[in-house]
Every structure is written in C-alpha cells, then in structure tokens.
T-cell receptor, first 115, second 115 residues
Framework: AQSVTQLGSHVSVSEGALVLLRCNYS??????LFWYVQYPNQGLQLLLK??????LVKGINGFEAEFKKSETSFHLTKPSAHMSDAAEYFC?????????????FGTGTRLTIIP | EAGVTQFPSHSVIEKGQTVTLRCDPI?????LYWYRRVMGKEIKFLLH????????ESGMPNNRFLAERTGGTYSTLKVQPAELEDSGVYFC?????????????FGPGTRLTVT
C-alpha cells in the first residue's frame, strides 16, 4: 500500500519569500514521486517528478524538490514566490513496478501569495 | 496539439438520475485514467484503460459506475443512479506509454453536483 501526507492544507507566503510545501510518503516498494499544480479552471499540470535518478529534481517555474529516503519526504521548494504561483499543489506517489500505474495523491495544499 | 478534454465542465443532476461524463485523451495515447476528487479530500484513482481494455478498475466505488472506452479512443463514465456522495470533480488523464515513470496528462475535470 502507498499513501501521501501533505502537511498544511493552506499555506501563505509573501511575494519574494521562500515557498516550502511539505510532502511525506509511504510505499512498500521504491516509489516514483510527483508534484502537480492546479491553477483555477485548469487541469493538473506536472511540475516535476522523481523516478530514481537524481535525488534533487528541478521542475518548471523555478520549483524543485528533494527526495529523502531516510525521511520519506519529497518537499517542494521555490526560493522566491511570485504572484503567479498562487494555485493548489498536489504531491503524488506511484509504485515503480510495472502494471500498477495509478497515482496516489495527497489532499493538496492551497498556496496563497501575499503582495 | 490538443490536450485532454472533458465534457461537460459542470453537471447538476438530481439524486436518482443518470449522468455520462466524456473524456477525449490526447491523440495517440493508449493509456487513459479516471480519477475523482470529493470536496476537501484527496484525488482518488478510479480506473485505468489500455486501449479499450480495463487494466485496473480497483478504484471504482460500486456497480453504479460504468466506464467504457470503445475503439480505444474516447472514454465515458456513466453514473446510474446518481447518489449525493457521487458529487465531486472527475478528472481524466492520458499517457502515451505504459509504465510508472511516464507522465499522465490531466484534463480540466468535470464538476458533478448531485442534489
């Protein structure tokens, strides 16, 4: 079984400040990990993914995440928040073995940027 | 290239009625997934098609839900009869290749409200 926990359903940061969205996972097999973002009235868009290569993953729009096996974490960061980053963010895990491709999502974190 | 499209964007029906949701995946994508997000909760997997075959339907909540993908192109998800707890946002996603490392591209979702 696998699961994802996102700490904080709502996070507010000031424009220009560090963005940190937390994600912890559990998985019985080596996981693949993903961060998706949903802007209003749009579908989920992939920000970045970890698929067992480099543990520090860089994504679109200046976001990055680090896979830490010892902490079972995959936190999302961005050094300087922009107003356009306001959206809902979802962490997801997937089993790496073939034939089981469903994504298991966390409950999401809504990010608000304060001008 | 067109993304994943879903129709309708919103649907409001009464308890006991039938609703059919449609998903058109990205052209050439053999893999199609349905997910659902009930308000305030996580996005949950419903099922996975490879072409016209159901690869994994472990997330389908009960036999009131019927998914089809005739001809391996678009898919429909029928709810009959609808219950109040079926309200939520239904997402469709597609991917070109099978395997957990490959990105799933999501549509904007259909918001279903059962009154």
């Amino acid at each position: 079984a696998q699961s994802v926990t996102q700490l904080g359903s709502h996070v507010s940061v000031s424009e220009g400040a560090l963005v940190l969205l937390r994600c912890n996972y559990s998985s019985s097999v080596p996981p693949y990990l993903f961060w998706y973002v949903q802007y209003p009235n749009q579908g989920l868009q992939l920000l970045l993914k970890y698929t067992s290569a480099a543990t520090l993953v860089k994504g679109i729009n200046g976001f990055e995440a680090e896979f830490k096996k010892s902490e079972t974490s995959f936190h999302l960061t961005k050094p300087s928040a922009h107003m356009s980053d306001a959206a809902e963010y979802f962490c997801a895990v997937r089993r790496s073995n073939f034939g089981n491709e469903k994504l298991t999502f966390g409950t999401g974190t809504r990010l608000t940027i304060i001008p | 290239e067109a993304g994943v499209t879903q129709f309708p964007s919103h649907s409001v029906i009464e308890k006991g009625q039938t609703v059919t949701l449609r998903c058109d995946p990205i052209s050439g994508h053999d893999n199609l997934y349905w997910y659902r997000r009930v308000m305030g909760k996580e996005i949950k997997f419903l099922l996975h098609f490879v072409k016209e075959s159901k690869q994994d339907e472990s997330g389908m909540p009960n036999n009131r839900f019927l998914a089809e993908r005739t001809g391996g192109t678009y898919s429909t998800l029928k709810v009959q009869p609808a219950e109040l707890e079926d309200s939520g946002v239904y997402f469709c996603a597609s991917s070109q290749l099978s395997g957990s490392a490959y990105e799933q591209y999501f549509g904007p979702g259909t918001r279903l409200t059962v009154t």
